[in-house]
């Protein structure tokens, strides 16, 4: 193969050039969502547009520097690039910059840095190197524990940094660890609880509850395998409680932001006239998101046409809610355009971790497709309110160079190792 | 399986986000619409309403500056309440309740908050306006009535209500829209295209600029100018005559169809129905249900037009050749079948032949013209069906196709509706004699009675009436100037036309003569029926006179209606004699005639049915004359009329 013997052609350019479309067009939708409406002037550097350009342009070089890399100092230094990120994340205690209610940047100079955004990228690498470990194996509880703590630092780090999104994409890790043989109980787990949350929140405790009992009794009864009746009672037990705690872990523990964020989602307010008050306060952005989406009808309205986008209707365009620029401007076909560009990259991603050699290659490699898909999946989801307001980037196309260079990190790590897999054997 | 967790969790979020995007986006998406968008403020630019000038050039409506103050209720911010009502002089509670009428229109859209401030409030409330957000002053044009007189045929403008925005998408909250007379027929020509600038607005409503450099706002197109075929002066006089009593005038010129007068009494003065007293103005009128001043008599009253409706079987037997000018019909005071009086006469002598016949109003002479007419045929269906033709082709029994919006069809019957009333061919021309000499089933308009002399004075067709004389820059509706013929030839028309003239010579009308004008005419006497109390009553009859002048070459065609005037020659003869001198002469040689107009009122006459007393009809001590204070008043209006030369 070409691929093997040439020097440029050992990347693996798909994924490259799908990375690199979607950050051009992000780009321009960046300019179109900090557009003042003003001649455009790329040179003026208060403007996001300027901004993301140069972060694109310092991105070429970093892209270099980790291709030209040995691909073994990932694997080796994965502990220490671990431990450093995590101590960048600690010292944000004390020399964090609040930004938005959440404590995640460094401010230096002018510039500012979210260690929060790398530190997905180094949990990667130390997810991979701890799997990868020959006297490790994740069937043994112990060394599920050990992986989970690795996780669960970071995630906690940024949860006391007030940055709930992104400790929600550490859920993403989950699906490596599955590939991993993570046994099959956590996944029916997780999938109980989370269908058990939302029908609870949804049609009330007393009646989910009801429903299990039923479901829990009927299989036990008409499956052939009789089910021993204290595992039975032991699923009883822990359902009902579930759907009863959820209310109160609704009621009690979540901030009143997340309460409404999660009413909204599953439509729980019916009366018309706190429904209007909703869409004026915190369902305004989510209102003037799908409404700015829709407007965008099948064609779109044309780049720099978009009369919310010109206007602003719409908070934070240019950086977490950046697709509803897409949907306004470039309509239907521009919209799934980018869902299809994302959906290839992921699948490209795991397609070639699937073909790894090394186990830290392909957990790697499995860890950036999660990492990205996690994103992928609440910042559209949220945007479009399928899924609670979660506030993440969109990966290569929001604004912001700690996002930017932090995926492109992740990715190009990965490109690295898999441009290195004939040498594995 | 492992494997696929992820590729399939992947791909089953990528078509469920492709999925909402179409449901967001193809399904639910409406196109887009500059106007709907509210992101896009727009600002109309209302352009002058077009001026109204009489057939003279005689200006009768202009324009006024208004300012409304608007308000878009999602935007308010709280307010000094107490300040803001000081100025726009309304109470807190008024307030509140225009307010939350406001919202429930719409949040989004503006609406009137306080319509028609005056320009001093105006300048106070201009600079404090800043203060107040989500409120703003729209400025607006509003009619400025030159004259007093032609309410019902100028008309008014007011506000649009939902249907009409709902109907029209032209209309917006607040805009105003011709609601009678011509401006309702001309609306589209008078208001010109508001003009419309899109604006950007950003999330905090703030205006951001143009939008798209303003490539899509448009300039305001100027409403047009135009003439009316009234003559001011000819309607001011004649809603003087018309003082005190109720009825209506159509006068038209024949050559061409114009209407020259159209007073419908009682009356108003339209500027009542400017500004802020509007509505409440015009609830009083609206509320008025025994003297109903905004029922337009002119054009909608419908009764049996009485004798006049003689020369029109006169007409129809000559053409339908079932009798000769030379006939002659005796009567006996009435006609008879067998010992049956069908129908009553007055004294004259007898027998008369067709001339004579109109200039008595003889009563069996054209029970015998309409007798033969209906018998001609072997069925009396047919005959009756022919007899309505060429009635119809009068421009009778249907709406006539004038430029104003409203009317009434009339009722000339056929020989389908008496085969319905009375069963198929179990009827004959003696069942409905009556409609030979204008009662019976026969109804008509003032305007439609007008019509059909000006026809008889063309010897045979008429220009569909109208009101229109010219608009700027614009040909009018063709309809108006093309001629329509009836179904007589013109060779009839001669012996009915002298028939006319003997009225005023020698016959009903002859007191009524106007020095060295030929006058024309008929008089008439409608019998009319109330319910009152739900007892079906007669009531005085109408006076109704029809005429045209001069015999030939007729200038003016009318038709006079004086609700409860008793006979034709009483009040309709003398009011259409003064009509006419007043338009041909310019100036008025009967002064006795016009003097007995002004002194006499029909006000008691109209108040006996409303009494509960009972009350007898038809009788010469009813009329009665207006006190001195009113007849000083009228003398003052007539001052002012006459001062204006009229142009024959």
């Given at each position: ?14 994924t490259i050039i799908l990375f690199f479309l979607l950050v051009g067009f992000g780009w321009l939708n960046i300019l179109s969502a900090s557009n003042t409406g003003e001649t455009i002037d790329y040179f003026n550097f208060s403007q996001p547009y300027s901004k993301q350009l140069i972060f694109i342009l310092l991105t070429l070089g970093l892209i270099v520097i980790i ?18 990120s995590?101590?960048s994340l600690?010292?944000l205690?004390?020399?964090g910059k609040n930004v938005n209610g959440a404590t995640s940047w460094y401010a230096i100079g002018g510039m500012t840095l979210q260690p929060s955004e790398f530190a997905k990228a180094a ?31 970071p995630?906690?780090?940024v949860?006391?940094q007030n940055d709930t999104g992104s400790t929600v994409v550490y859920?993403a ?84 932001h997340?309460?409404?964020r ?20 915190f369902?305004y952005n989510l209102n003037e998101s799908e409404k700015a989406i829709s407007s965008g009808?099948?064609?779109g309205r044309g780049f720099l046409e978009g009369t919310r986008t010109t206007g602003k209707f719409v908070p934070e365009q240019h950086t977490d809610y950046i697709f509803s620029t897409v949907g306004e401007e470039w309509g239907?076909l521009g919209s799934s355009m980018v869902v299809i560009v994302f959906v290839l990259l992921i ?21 950036v497709?999660?990492i990205i898909f996690m994103h992928f999946l609440i910042n559209i989801g949220m945007v479009m309110g399928l899924i609670p307001t979660i506030g993440i980037p969109l990966p290569m196309f929001s604004y912001g160079g700690s996002g930017l260079w932090a995926f492109t990190i992740l990715l190009f790590i ?12 | ?12 979020a990528?078509?469920?986000f492709?999925?909402?995007l179409?449901?967001l986006q ?13 992101a ?160 950007q607005k950003d999330r905090f409503?703030r205006?951001i600029g ?439």
């Amino acid at each position: 193969m070409v691929r093997e013997t040439n020097k440029y052609f050992k990347f693996d350019w798909i994924t490259i050039i799908l990375f690199f479309l979607l950050v051009g067009f992000g780009w321009l939708n960046i300019l179109s969502a900090s557009n003042t409406g003003e001649t455009i002037d790329y040179f003026n550097f208060s403007q996001p547009y300027s901004k993301q350009l140069i972060f694109i342009l310092l991105t070429l070089g970093l892209i270099v520097i980790i291709l030209s890399i040995e691909a073994k100092f990932y694997e080796r230094f994965s502990s220490i690039i671990y431990i450093v990120s995590m101590l960048s994340l600690v010292g944000l205690f004390l020399f964090g910059k609040n930004v938005n209610g959440a404590t995640s940047w460094y401010a230096i100079g002018g510039m500012t840095l979210q260690p929060s955004e790398f530190a997905k990228a180094a949990t990667a690498l130390a997810v991979a190197k701890y799997v990868s470990d020959l006297n490790s194996d994740i069937k043994r509880l112990k060394d599920q524990i050990q992986t989970f703590i690795i996780i669960a630092i970071p995630a906690i780090l940024v949860l006391l940094q007030n940055d709930t999104g992104s400790t929600v994409v550490y859920g993403a890790f989950f699906f490596v660890l599955y590939r991993e043989g993570l046994p099959k109980i956590y996944l029916n787990l997780a999938v109980l609880a989370t269908l058990l949350s939302v029908f609870s929140l949804k049609f009330g405790a007393t009646i989910t509850s009801i429903l299990t009992v039923i479901l829990i009794v009927a299989y036990h009864f008409l499956s052939k395998k009789k089910p021993p009746i204290l595992q039975s009672l032991f699923m009883l037990f822990v359902c009902v409680g579930l759907s009863v705690g959820i209310k109160f872990f609704y009621q009690s523990i979540l901030q009143p932001h997340q309460q409404e964020r999660i009413s909204l989602w599953l439509r729980l307010e019916k009366d018309p006239v706190k429904l209007e008050q909703m869409k004026k306060t915190f369902a305004y952005n989510l209102n003037e998101s799908e409404k700015a989406i829709s407007s965008g009808g099948f064609t779109g309205r044309g780049f720099l046409e978009g009369t919310r986008t010109t206007g602003k209707f719409v908070p934070e365009q240019h950086t977490d809610y950046i697709f509803s620029t897409v949907g306004e401007e470039w309509g239907f076909l521009g919209s799934s355009m980018v869902v299809i560009v994302f959906v290839l990259l992921i699948i490209r991603v795991l397609h070639l971790a699937e073909l790894q050699k090394s186990q830290f290659s392909r957990v790697y490699g499995y860890g950036v497709a999660s990492i990205i898909f996690m994103h992928f999946l609440i910042n559209i989801g949220m945007v479009m309110g399928l899924i609670p307001t979660i506030g993440i980037p969109l990966p290569m196309f929001s604004y912001g160079g700690s996002g930017l260079w932090a995926f492109t990190i992740l990715l190009f790590i990965f490109i690295k190792l898999d441009s290195n897999r004939i040498n594995e054997w | 399986m492992r494997k696929f967790l992820l590729f399939l969790s992947v791909i089953v979020a990528g078509l469920v986000f492709i999925a909402r995007l179409f449901y967001l986006q193809v399904y639910t998406s409406s196109t887009h619409n500059l106007y709907e968008d509210n992101a896009i403020r727009k600002v109309y630019d209302y352009p002058k309403r077009g001026f109204v000038y009489d057939r003279n050039g005689e200006l009768l409506v202009a324009n006024q500056p208004s300012y409304d103050v608007m308000v878009i209720p999602r935007e308010v911010e709280p307010l000094d309440t107490i300040e803001f009502c000081a100025l726009l002089k309304i109470d807190k509670e008024k307030f509140i309740k225009t307010y939350n009428k406001c919202y429930r229109y719409s949040p989004r859209l503006p609406s009137v908050f306080v319509s028609h401030l005056s320009k001093e409030d105006y300048a106070v409330l201009q600079e404090k306006m800043r203060k107040y957000e989500g409120f703003y002053i729209q400025k607006r044009s509003l009619r400025n009535y030159e004259t007093s007189i032609g309410a019902n045929v100028l008309g008014d403008i007011g506000e649009v209500n939902n249907a009409i925005i709902n109907k029209d998408p032209y209309y917006r909250m607040g805009d105003l829209i011709g609601k009678q007379g011509v401006e309702a027929s001309y609306e589209n020509t008078l208001r010109g295209v508001k003009g419309i600038k899109f604006i950007q607005k950003d999330r905090f409503n703030r205006n951001i600029g143009p939008y798209k450099e303003g490539k899509f706002d448009t300039i305001p197109e100027q409403g047009k100018d135009i003439t009316i075929t009234i003559d001011a002066t000819l309607q001011a006089y004649g809603e003087l005559l018309m003082q005190n009593k109720r009825g209506g005038i159509i006068a038209i010129e024949p050559s061409s169809g114009e209407i020259l007068t159209m007073v419908s009494a009682p009356s108003y003065n339209p500027n009542i129905l400017v500004g802020r007293e509007r509505s409440r103005n015009f609830t009083k009128l609206y509320n008025d249900t025994i003297a109903k001043p905004l029922f337009d008599r002119s054009l909608k009253a419908q009764y049996p037009p009485g004798s006049p409706f003689k020369v029109l079987n006169a007409l129809i037997g000559l053409q339908e050749e079932v009798v000769t000018t030379q006939d002659r019909f005796s009567c006996r005071m009435g006609y008879y079948l067998g010992s049956r009086r069908l129908t009553g006469c007055h004294h004259h002598k007898s027998p008369l032949s067709m001339t004579d016949g109109i200039a008595q109003s003889c009563n069996a002479y054209f029970a015998n013209v309409y007798r033969r007419i209906i018998e001609k045929y072997d069925k009396p269906y047919d005959g009756m069906n022919a007899w309505s033709n060429h009635v119809k082709s009068f421009g009778l029994g249907n709406y006539l196709g004038y430029d104003l919006k409203i009317g009434n069809k009339g009722r000339i019957p056929d020989g389908a509706f008496y085969d319905k009333w009375y069963g198929k061919n179990r009827w004959a021309a003696t069942y409905n004699i009556s409609n030979a000499i204008g009662q019976g089933e026969v109804e008509a308009t003032p305007i439609q009675l007008a019509n059909m002399v000006a026809a008889i004075s063309n010897r045979g067709f008429f220009y569909t009436p109208h009101i229109i004389k010219h608009i700027e820059g614009e040909t009018i509706n063709e309809n108006y100037t093309t001629p329509k013929q009836t179904t007589i030839d013109n060779r009839y028309f001669e012996p009915i036309v002298q028939g006319m003239f003997d009225v005023y010579n020698k016959g009903t009308a002859s007191m009524l003569r106007v020095k060295d004008i030929d006058i024309c005419g008929k008089t008439g006497t409608a019998e009319n029926f109330a319910k009152i109390d739900g007892v079906k009553t007669q009531l005085t009859d109408h006076s109704i006179f029809v005429a045209f002048a001069p015999k030939d070459n007729p200038k003016i065609a009318l038709a006079v209606f004086v609700e409860n005037g008793y006979w034709g020659s009483r009040f309709a003869g003398k009011i259409a004699s003064l009509i006419i001198e007043k338009y041909i002469k310019g100036h008025i040689s009967r002064t006795d005639l016009e003097e007995w107009i002004l002194r006499h009122s029909l006000e008691d006459e109209y108040a006996k049915p409303q009494s509960g007393q009972p009350f007898k009809i038809n009788g010469e001590t009813t009329i009665q004359a207006v006190d001195e204070a009113e007849y000083i008043r009228l003398k003052k209006q007539l001052k002012k009329i006459s001062k204006v030369k009229v142009n024959g």
